[in-house]
Structure formats: structure tokens, C-alpha cells
């Protein structure tokens, strides 16, 4: 079945650095695809809807220049945390779609980010 | 705009014994819900879904719901629980095509399984 990998699975940063995380569909294309955020025990709130070749659509209070997405490839999107603070520490997972209008949405395993 | 609510933040449940998790939803459109189980430091996976058609879904792992229209409500039902359904269970909303996927979570119920 259709597989979207996240990696890293967990990462610890130092306050001030920058962590990338990729989101790979591995067997499908994948035009659409989603950045979530998930606080402890809380629901996932959608951070913002990146779509290939084109910019990120970011949620209401989501700050684009803090979280960048790029999506360069209809199976690869990334989203780069500037300059972490503890704050910023959360889990966050991907999902994708394929390029039929009926695709199904797949997630990622999701990544646990500490900031120290 | 769409809202979803779980009524219930935890649930605890003995093994074989059945369970309902409870979900409302509030929106001005045409709906549509899904249910998606979350294992500890994982991503989702899709229970069920409902699109259209039959109000009785059923989904993997012996879970079904039931989508209530006049009540606005997406209940996740299963008759006989094991220790394995131990998880964070979503009610999510989607007011577009299946292909737009903008999905808004509930707040989560976490269903404990005790033996």
C-alpha cells in the first residue's frame, strides 16, 4: 500500500539552530501534501498545505518565515524550523495525496522535535 | 466553519467488553467524516471513513460508525475490544471533495484497554 516516510523519526536541537524534516511518499505521487503540529496529549492543528511547484498555503498564525516548506517534487516536501526555541519542541507529521481527485490521504509516522 | 468534538478526552475500557467513542460535528456543508487511530510516536492510520451513502460504516479492526445526520454525530463503535486497541483515536471533518483532504481533528479520546 501506499507508504509516506517522515524522517527524522526524533530530533534534538540547540536553541538558535535550524532542523529540516523531509516527508517522502515512497510509491506514489503526491501533489498535495499536509504539515501538521501536535502538542502532547492534544489534536494535530494543521500548520499549512504545501502544493508541488507552488508556495505554501500557511494557516492563520502560522509564521511562514519561521516554518519554511519547500515541495520541489511531486514526491518530496520539507519543512525547515529556523531558529528553534523550546517552544517550537512538538511532534510533527506529514500526510500526501496523490494526483487523482479521489486519492486517498496518507500520514507519516511523524517527527518528535525537542529543542533545548 | 467546520468543528468537530470528542465528548470523551479518555475512556477506559475492559478487554472483550464493548465500546462507543463519540463524536459531534458542527458545519454549514455537506460533510465528510473519518475516524483514524494514532499509536504512540506514530502517525495516523485510517479506521473509516464516511463519504456518502450507507450511514453505517465499517471500517478495519472490527470498528464501525454510524453517521447521524439529525444529530450532527459520528460515533466509533466495536463490540469486543482487545488489549491491541489501545490508542489515541480522531474524529476528523472534511467539508470538501474527498481530494481536497483539509482535514479538522477533534481533540482525541484515548481509549485505555484493561485486561
Known amino acids: 500500500g501506499a507508504v509516506v516516510s517522515q524522517h527524522p523519526s526524533w530530533v534534538i536541537c540547540k536553541s538558535g539552530t535550524s532542523v529540516k524534516i523531509e516527508c517522502r511518499s515512497l510509491?506514489?505521487?503526491?501533489?498535495?501534501m499536509f504539515w501538521y503540529r501536535q502538542f502532547p496529549k492534544q489534536s494535530l492543528m494543521l500548520m499549512a498545505t504545501s502544493n508541488e511547484g507552488s508556495k505554501a498555503t500557511y494557516e492563520q498564525g502560522v509564521e511562514k518565515d519561521k516554518f519554511l516548506i519547500n515541495h520541489a517534487s511531486l514526491t518530496l516536501s520539507t519543512l525547515t524550523v529556523t531558529s528553534a526555541h523550546p517552544e517550537d519542541s512538538s511532534f510533527y507529521i506529514c500526510?500526501?495525496?496523490?494526483?487523482?481527485?479521489?486519492?486517498?490521504?496518507?500520514f507519516g509516522n511523524g517527527t518528535r522535535l525537542t529543542v533545548t | 466553519a467546520q468543528s468537530v468534538t470528542q465528548l470523551d478526552s479518555q475512556v477506559p475500557v475492559f478487554e472483550e467488553a464493548p465500546v462507543e467513542l463519540r463524536c459531534n460535528y458542527s458545519?454549514?456543508?455537506?460533510?465528510?467524516l473519518f475516524w483514524y487511530v494514532q499509536y504512540p510516536n506514530q502517525g495516523l492510520q485510517l479506521l473509516l471513513k464516511?463519504?456518502?451513502?450507507?450511514?453505517l460504516v465499517k471500517g478495519i479492526n472490527g470498528f464501525e460508525a454510524e453517521f447521524n445526520k439529525s444529530q450532527t454525530s459520528f460515533h466509533l463503535r466495536k463490540p469486543s475490544v482487545h488489549i491491541s486497541d489501545t490508542a489515541e483515536y480522531f474524529c476528523a471533518v472534511s467539508d470538501g471533495i474527498q481530494g481536497a483532504q483539509k482535514l479538522v481533528f477533534g481533540q482525541g479520546t484515548r481509549l485505555t484497554i484493561n485486561p
Open positions: 500526510s500526501a495525496r496523490g494526483e487523482l481527485g479521489n486519492s486517498p490521504l496518507h
Open positions: 464516511y463519504l456518502s451513502g450507507s450511514t
Open positions: 458545519s454549514s456543508v455537506s460533510v465528510y
Open positions: 510509491d506514489f505521487q503526491a501533489t498535495t
